[in-house]
């Protein structure tokens, strides 16, 4: 008989009542190319979103400037009344141009309005978990004071519309700032099997038991591509996806994977992984494989 799929184990948010699975969904590839407009299938969309709360994912991350507001107005149709248990996380930080640039924006009005439209947009009237996002596409940028911003979400969170708040693309003296102003319950930054500037800020949130999020788990927008996942996926019959979610929640239990796709066959995949064993010797090989340069 198949083994369970426990996706990962679970996780609580600290000081929080909030416990999830640690393998998550991340759901940013559910609207069109370039996270812009609507998607070619929606029906397809909603059908990944419905497989994976089914299988038992119980943490979805999001934002309303997917879209924009397109992600979270199909997490509303596909999920909406929303199963007891279902923790959905956004960010704010930033607004969509018309072309579908990106733009950071953090002043107090603005990130109220952001917090409005999630609410509005994925039909809540108080959102789990806010992520506070700062500056910088895929590193963070110290010159960012994070401050403001978490006063402004923290009170929303006086107010009752945020139970918890996060941060996201941070340094570790971001993080402690915005601890200085409200309790920080995760931490989402870009860390792969490739990509791991922040070793030690994980290790340090572990002690914390603060849970650090990846973004980009899976390389992002351009997928992982590498010899040596490539033939350690052969050797145990996996695929290099797999090995590559596998290998991050081996890699500290406070991490929690939000994988993002926009397909079903990869969604199945993905979850799968949280059953994939990786012995010591493929764990010593992964783990020198930042030095690879990608094929
Ligand atoms: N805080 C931030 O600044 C930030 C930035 C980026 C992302 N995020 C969050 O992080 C989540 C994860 O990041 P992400 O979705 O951008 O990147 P990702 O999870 O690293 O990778 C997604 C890409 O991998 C592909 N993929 C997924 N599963 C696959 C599989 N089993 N085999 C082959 N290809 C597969 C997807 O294509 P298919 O659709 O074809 O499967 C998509 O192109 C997002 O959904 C979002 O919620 C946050």
Same mark, same amino acid.
């Given at each position: 008989m198949a083994e369970a799929n426990t996706l990962g184990g679970t996780y609580t948010f600290?000081?929080?009542?909030l416990t999830v699975h640690r393998m998550g969904y991340g759901?940013?590839?559910?609207? +069109?190319?370039?996270?812009?407009?609507?998607?070619?299938?929606r029906a397809a969309a909603v059908a990944v979103l419905r497989r994976a709360v089914e299988a038992g994912v119980n943490h979805i991350d999001t934002s309303d400037f997917y879209g924009p507001h397109v992600t979270n107005q199909i997490i509303r149709e596909a999920l909406h009344p929303y199963r007891d248990g279902l923790v959905i996380v956004t960010k704010v930080g930033a607004r969509r141009g018309e072309d579908g640039s990106w733009i950071q924006e953090h002043g107090p009005q603005f990130l109220i309005d952001s917090v409005h439209d999630n609410l509005r947009n994925l039909g809540?009237?108080?959102?789990d978990i806010v992520n506070v996002r700062g500056t910088g596409l895929m590193a963070p940028e110290e +010159?960012?004071?994070v401050r403001p911003a978490v006063e402004a979400i923290a009170e929303l969170q006086r107010r009752g519309l945020v139970k918890h708040i996060g941060v996201s693309n941070v340094s570790a003296r971001h993080i402690a700032d915005a601890q200085s102003i409200a309790p920080i319950v995760c931490v989402q930054n870009l860390y792969n099997v490739v990509q791991r500037a922040d070793d030690a800020l994980i290790d340090d949130l572990a002690k914390q038991h603060i849970p650090y999020v990846p973004f980009?788990?899976?390389?992002?927008?351009t997928p992982l591509q590498s010899d040596t996942l490539n033939s350690v996926a052969a050797g145990l019959g996996a695929t290099p996806m797999q090995v590559a979610l596998a290998w991050l929640l081996h890699r500290s239990p406070n991490i929690l994977l939000i994988p993002g796709t926009s397909s079903v066959g990869h969604l199945e995949e993905n979850l799968a992984a949280s059953n994939l064993k990786l012995p010591a010797d493929v764990l010593e090989t992964l783990d020198g494989l930042t030095q690879e340069k990608s094929a």
């Amino acid at each position: 008989m198949a083994e369970a799929n426990t996706l990962g184990g679970t996780y609580t948010f600290p000081g929080t009542a909030l416990t999830v699975h640690r393998m998550g969904y991340g759901a940013m590839q559910l609207s +069109g190319p370039h996270i812009f407009g609507p998607p070619k299938d929606r029906a397809a969309a909603v059908a990944v979103l419905r497989r994976a709360v089914e299988a038992g994912v119980n943490h979805i991350d999001t934002s309303d400037f997917y879209g924009p507001h397109v992600t979270n107005q199909i997490i509303r149709e596909a999920l909406h009344p929303y199963r007891d248990g279902l923790v959905i996380v956004t960010k704010v930080g930033a607004r969509r141009g018309e072309d579908g640039s990106w733009i950071q924006e953090h002043g107090p009005q603005f990130l109220i309005d952001s917090v409005h439209d999630n609410l509005r947009n994925l039909g809540l009237d108080v959102l789990d978990i806010v992520n506070v996002r700062g500056t910088g596409l895929m590193a963070p940028e110290e +010159g960012f004071d994070v401050r403001p911003a978490v006063e402004a979400i923290a009170e929303l969170q006086r107010r009752g519309l945020v139970k918890h708040i996060g941060v996201s693309n941070v340094s570790a003296r971001h993080i402690a700032d915005a601890q200085s102003i409200a309790p920080i319950v995760c931490v989402q930054n870009l860390y792969n099997v490739v990509q791991r500037a922040d070793d030690a800020l994980i290790d340090d949130l572990a002690k914390q038991h603060i849970p650090y999020v990846p973004f980009f788990p899976l390389g992002g927008f351009t997928p992982l591509q590498s010899d040596t996942l490539n033939s350690v996926a052969a050797g145990l019959g996996a695929t290099p996806m797999q090995v590559a979610l596998a290998w991050l929640l081996h890699r500290s239990p406070n991490i929690l994977l939000i994988p993002g796709t926009s397909s079903v066959g990869h969604l199945e995949e993905n979850l799968a992984a949280s059953n994939l064993k990786l012995p010591a010797d493929v764990l010593e090989t992964l783990d020198g494989l930042t030095q690879e340069k990608s094929a």
